[in-house]
């Protein structure tokens, strides 16, 4: 049976997730290098990296980029995209939690996980089983950094279900909610998009689910995988974290270097 990433992450979810990020992806990629301090010319992994938007900036800063992604229209509009701004990246196609096919141990020099990637697969060892890919791919030394959501904020925030309507892009509609299971540290979400530009209007709906995590909860998952934590902050491009206030929580971890 599939999970809902493999069916959830079409050409209109996109347009919605990524149309009002651009400006901030300059920012986004300059934060992530000051903090990382990537080798001038290695090699950067960036995880779910959707139309390729961080991988793109990250091959025009002259870093050897490969972009993963599950989503073929979304790799289509990222290998479009690479060509327009004429930069070499390799796009794949693929699932992050078994990557073993596409990399050898040891390639990256730096792995990206942004944009609320993390925590999508029903079970929650599947995440764990992420990061140990991550691990694997990560040179000695070598840095990650993942931005997911803060379940301290989520429980306050999503204390009873919440559900609202928008229009993200002019005479496109839609309904967005969302609540807490506590029981399964989830946050379930259902997006009902009707999009107009169109002679004949376009229905979606879709559900999507993402296991949460607190800081502690993160920080011991990364840590028990062989990281070590370096920098907290909170949101993309920046910020302070706040336990139980902060959306985002943003860590950057290092893949240790064993002495012989």
């Not at 493999?6 to 990629?29: H, R």
């Not at 996980?113 to 764990?128: M, P, T, V």
């Not at 800081?215 to 706040?242: M, N, R, S």
Request: with cysteine; glycine share 8%.
């Amino acid at each position: 049976m599939k999970e809902w990433w493999q069916s959830f992450f079409v050409p209109i979810t996109g347009e919605i997730m990524f149309s009002s990020k651009t400006d901030t992806s300059g920012s986004e990629v300059d934060q992530i290098l000051q903090m990382s301090h990537p080798k001038k010319g290695g090699k950067i992994l960036d995880l779910a990296c959707g139309s390729g938007r961080h991988s793109i900036l990250f091959s025009k800063k002259g870093f050897l980029t490969t972009g993963l992604d599950y989503s073929k229209f979304y790799l289509n509009d990222a290998r479009k995209a690479s060509k327009k701004e004429r930069q070499r990246i390799d796009f794949i196609q693929g699932d992050m939690k078994n990557i073993k096919s596409h990399f050898k141990p040891n390639t990256f020099d730096l792995v990206v996980s942004l944009y609320n990637s993390f925590g999508y697969f029903k079970k929650r060892s599947a995440d764990s089983q992420m990061l140990r890919e991550v691990y694997r791919v990560l040179k000695p030394g070598g840095k990650f950094i993942i931005n997911t959501l803060n379940a301290g904020s989520v429980k306050a925030k999503l204390k009873s279900s919440i559900s609202s309507g928008r229009e993200p892009i002019k005479n496109v509609f839609m309904i967005d909610a969302a609540r807490f299971e506590p029981d399964q540290k989830k946050i379930l979400c259902e997006w009902v998009i009707i999009d107009t530009r169109m002679t004949k209007t376009k229905l979606f709906r879709g559900k999507f689910e993402q296991n949460v995590y607190t800081h502690t909860e993160l920080k011991a998952l990364l840590k028990a995988t062989g990281f070590k934590v370096k920098i907290v902050w909170g949101l993309l491009p920046g910020g302070k974290f706040e336990p139980n206030k902060t959306w985002h929580q943003t860590i950057l971890v290092e893949k240790p270097v064993r002495s012989l």
